[in-house]
């Protein structure tokens, strides 16, 4: 399914007045297609993403997964949380793993937040695993992984929902350039093979010669002439 | 509990060390109990183990009731005998008094006399009409701690009498064990009894076997000028009994409260170490009611561990110190505190881990 952004606008009150984070943005990602959203820092890409992802309601305008509505004016947190569990693959700047589970164990946490069990979704967890290169790391604990593996793990961690829709944070800004562009070459490579809908922040051009399209963000709104991306 | 469980492996000290905390406080809350309920027996099983329904003290209604100070007179004691809600009134004298067996080494010990009409139903097992002029009734309390059994002669405040049966339980009044002596003895002791007698105070309390509704309990009282009480309230006249019980109680009140803080201290510390990883799964869709369960579930299981090994520890100290201490070792004196340590402790926890719910996701994206 595709992700559509239509119209969405953010506004965050700002002492007296107000801030527009984001203005009036519309932006399609076709399904198996990764769009690269560019821009200087403060320009709303975090927060463009935070709309889509759910974790913010738009001032104005909706977020759309194929014809479903998972984000708008008025949307409540706990159906913005379904919408992501849904629908939605999510990863962070940092891989944000939790400290105690091993890597297995951050892939399997993703099955239990859907009522499942976790042994339901072993295979599953292993297969994703050695996807993104870490078959043989399953046992260990975040402590005990590379900073680049753990950003594989947090990518497999994504992936585990089977998402129409994977979100992902500057995946690259602690990571080298060769690793940087690494992860950015897994991310789109995975998500042509599931045809997943990928919408990647990022400040680094350097690292994203594998991405579909690239969208520059400036002051909150897409620069006109690369606001439109799908595929072909 | 599938977070809950991880942690619990992950952070395996910092949990043994609130386990342990818990133990201790487990320990001391169920000992505590344990002693108080002992104490309780030591001051009162006489009382409250008398085969009467009440006790008649010579106070008026409202009156702060005493057996120190109680002395009912024989029209009082009549008075009740005659009515017709009453089965049975039996005058009993209660006086701590010095007793010693000369022939078991001299030893002089405190005793509490009981002063009974002969063949009284106040005696335990029958053995009422073993008390008669020259003899005495030893509770086995009595009879360890000076040394005398049955066909033995003991001096009770003077007085040479024959033991003429050791009763098989135990009756202890004001820490003192119990022995039960005829009413003309007892009388004979002191400011009780003496010339007195005939027109004077017979006893200090009236016991009374009666199936009798409080309101004519009050018209009884109001006729004999008592105050009727019921066994368990008696207990209350008991000098000390009130400000001991009442002591040991507060201080078992403050340890459950003390405990259910540390609690909710320890999972307030601990809730906010994780909000990191909170924000995170609430981002990845986990839904905060879940999170609150998995972290009450985490409060729970260490609770349950904790003041299960606390209590067990507790129970095999009062089980072993049973000889040296007035401990009682039941469900009650264990079981309930126990229970009350992982209420309360779950309270305390469930207070910290509610601020799960204020716990934004959107923290997930910032770098930490």
């Known amino acids: 399914m595709d992700l559509h952004l239509d119209h969405v606008t953010l506004v965050y009150p700002d002492g007296a007045g107000t801030l527009t984070a984001v203005d009036d943005v519309s932006l399609t990602v076709a399904a198996g297609m990764t769009t690269a959203l560019l821009g200087p820092s403060g320009a709303g890409k975090s927060s463009l993403l935070a709309v889509a992802a759910g974790l913010t309601p738009p001032t104005a305008g909706a977020v759309l997964v194929g014809d479903a509505v998972v984000n708008a004016p008025g949307t409540r947190a706990r159906d913005a949380a379904r919408a992501r569990l849904a629908h939605v693959g999510l990863v962070f700047q940092q891989p944000q793993l939790l400290g105690s589970l091993t890597a297995l164990e951050q892939l399997e946490l993703t099955a239990v937040l859907r009522g499942r069990r976790p042994s339901s979704a072993r295979g599953r967890a292993r297969e994703l695993l050695a996807a993104v290169g870490l078959e043989h790391e399953e046992r260990r604990l975040p402590a005990a992984l590379s900073g680049g593996q753990r950003q594989r793990v947090a990518i497999a961690r994504a992936l585990m929902g089977e998402p129409d829709v994977l979100l992902v944070d500057e995946p690259t800004s602690a990571l080298d350039t060769a690793r940087g562009t690494a992860v950015v070459r897994l991310v789109t490579t995975l998500a042509r093979e599931r045809g997943i809908a990928t919408l990647l922040v990022s400040h680094d051009e350097d690292t994203l010669g594998d991405v579909d399209a690239r969208v520059h963000l400036v002051d909150g709104r897409l620069t006109p002439s690369l606001a439109l991306t799908g595929p072909g | ?368």
């Not at chain 2, 009912?72 to 006086?95: C, I, N």
């Not at chain 2, 609430?282 to 609150?292: D, E, P, Q, R, Y």
């Not at chain 2, 402790?345 to 799960?356: D, E, F, L, P, S």
Request: aromatic residues 6%.
């Open chain 2, 1 to 368: 509990m599938f977070l809950a469980l991880r942690d619990l492996r992950h952070a395996r000290g910092r949990f043994t060390l609130m386990t342990v905390v818990l133990v201790l406080v487990t320990v001391l809350v169920t000992f505590l109990s344990s002693l108080t309920a002992g104490l309780a027996r030591a001051s009162t099983s006489a009382v409250t183990d008398l085969p009467a329904d009440r006790l008649a003290f010579a106070e008026p209604a409202g009156a702060a009731l005493s057996f120190t100070g109680s002395q009912v007179s024989r029209a009082q004691w009549q008075a009740w005998g005659a009515r017709a809600d009453v089965s049975r009134a039996e005058p009993l004298g209660v006086a701590t008094v010095r007793a010693s067996a000369p022939g078991a080494g001299g030893t002089t010990e405190a005793v509490t006399a009981y002063g009974v009409l002969p063949g009284s139903r106040l005696v335990p097992a029958g053995r009422g009409d073993d008390v008669r002029a020259g003899t005495v009734v030893v509770s086995r309390g009595a009879a360890s701690d000076l040394g005398a059994g049955a066909g033995d002669t003991v001096d009770v405040q003077g007085r040479s009498l024959r033991v003429a049966a050791v009763a098989a339980s135990d009756a202890e009044f004001s820490h003192t064990p119990v022995v039960w002596v005829g009413l003309d003895t007892w009388q004979s002791f002191g400011a009780h009894g003496g010339e007195a007698r005939a027109t004077g105070p017979v006893a200090t309390v009236v016991a009374l076997w009666t199936s009798a509704d409080d309101t004519a309990l009050a018209a009884g009282d109001a006729a004999a000028g008592t105050q009727t009480v019921t066994l368990p309230e008696a207990r209350s006249a008991v000098s000390s009994f009130t400000a001991e019980n009442l002591s040991l109680t507060v201080m078992q009140a403050f340890l459950l409260a003390i405990s259910a803080l540390v609690v909710g201290a320890f999972f307030t510390v601990w809730t906010m170490n994780r909000a990191g990883d909170l924000a995170v799964v609430k981002a990845l869709g986990g839904s905060t009611a879940s999170l609150v369960r998995d972290a009450l579930g985490q409060a729970v299981l260490v609770l349950v561990a904790g003041v299960g090994v606390g209590a067990a520890l507790a129970a095999c100290a009062a089980a072993l110190a049973r000889d040296a201490i007035p401990v009682v070792l039941d469900a009650a004196t264990f079981g309930v505190p126990a229970a009350l340590l992982v209420a309360l402790g779950t309270v305390g926890a469930a207070a910290a881990v509610w601020r799960i719910a204020r716990i934004d996701p959107h923290a997930a994206l910032q770098a930490r």
